[in-house]
């Protein structure tokens, strides 16, 4: 099935991009009334389409026959609010988790970032992994953006479809890697809010339609 393959896709990149390593992360992407998520536990590189799992929206299993991935209410509360949204990603980055460790969000510090990402990156509260608790700390962080940060845990992209979630992913991680580096140096010089939301704005009413 084409869902399927597509998650298997996503797992191959976000490996090679170094977003994840052994099992951790997960992947989904929600097609009508069922979603088609990552099993728990598995290794990318040995991933195929006939281990990927189907649920409905309940958390209810339709298909396959492996456990389905434990971080799946995150992505159903996601789905449930956002009727944008049709691809989660949740990643283990480095930077990214650097920084939920140590601040409440990041800035509007790069065009891109704040473009696709949002007009900052909030770190949500921690709540316990697998947990309604998480999920829901989730939605709130996030809102209307397509990255969150999970407190000492890692980060969550979305999208409208595999490619937007991809490439949030991999900007998110850039910009807090960016970040991190900045904080070095010396003192941030930070996007104004008028012109976070002008850059957020464009992105959602042209180029993104564009694409």
């Given at each position: 099935?084409?869902?399927?393959s597509?998650?298997?896709?996503?797992?191959?990149?976000?490996e090679?991009?170094?977003?994840?390593?052994?099992?951790?992360g997960?992947?989904?992407?929600?097609?009508?009334?069922?979603?088609?998520?990552?099993?728990?536990?598995?290794?990318?590189?040995?991933?195929?389409?006939?281990?990927?799992?189907?649920?409905?929206?309940?958390?209810?299993?339709?298909?396959?026959?492996?456990?389905?991935?434990?971080?799946?209410?995150?992505?159903?509360?996601?789905?449930?609010?956002?009727?944008?949204?049709?691809?989660?990603?949740?990643?283990?980055?480095?930077?990214?988790?650097?920084?939920?460790?140590?601040?409440?969000?990041?800035?509007?510090?790069?065009?891109?970032?704040?473009?696709?990402?949002?007009?900052?990156?909030?770190?949500?509260?921690?709540?316990e992994?697998g947990?309604?608790?998480?999920?829901?700390?989730?939605?709130?962080?996030l809102?209307?953006?397509?990255?969150?940060?999970?407190?000492?845990?890692?980060?969550?992209?979305?999208?409208?479809n595999?490619v937007e979630?991809?490439?949030?992913?991999?900007?998110?991680?850039?910009?807090?890697?960016?970040y991190?580096?900045a904080?070095?140096?010396?003192?941030?010089?930070?996007?104004?809010?008028?012109?976070?939301?002008?850059?957020?704005?464009?992105?959602?009413?042209?180029?993104?339609?564009k694409r």
């Amino acid at each position: 099935m084409y869902e399927k393959s597509k998650v298997v896709e996503l797992c191959q990149k976000i490996e090679k991009e170094g977003l994840v390593k052994g099992t951790w992360g997960n992947v989904s992407i929600k097609d009508n009334e069922k979603v088609y998520i990552t099993p728990s536990g598995y290794p990318y590189d040995k991933m195929k389409e006939e281990d990927i799992m189907v649920i409905d929206l309940q958390g209810n299993v339709l298909e396959g026959f492996r456990t389905p991935s434990s971080e799946y209410k995150l992505h159903l509360a996601i789905y449930k609010k956002r009727d944008d949204v049709n691809t989660v990603i949740h990643t283990h980055p480095t930077y990214a988790s650097i920084v939920s460790l140590v601040k409440e969000y990041i800035p509007p510090l790069i065009e891109d970032g704040v473009m696709i990402c949002g007009e900052r990156i909030n770190v949500a509260r921690y709540g316990e992994p697998g947990s309604w608790d998480l999920a829901n700390k989730a939605v709130e962080a996030l809102g209307k953006n397509n990255a969150v940060i999970l407190k000492n845990h890692g980060l969550v992209t979305v999208g409208e479809n595999e490619v937007e979630a991809l490439t949030t992913s991999i900007v998110a991680e850039k910009t807090a890697h960016i970040y991190v580096e900045a904080l070095k140096i010396g003192e941030i010089s930070e996007l104004s809010e008028e012109d976070a939301k002008k850059l957020r704005y464009k992105y959602l009413t042209s180029y993104r339609q564009k694409r």
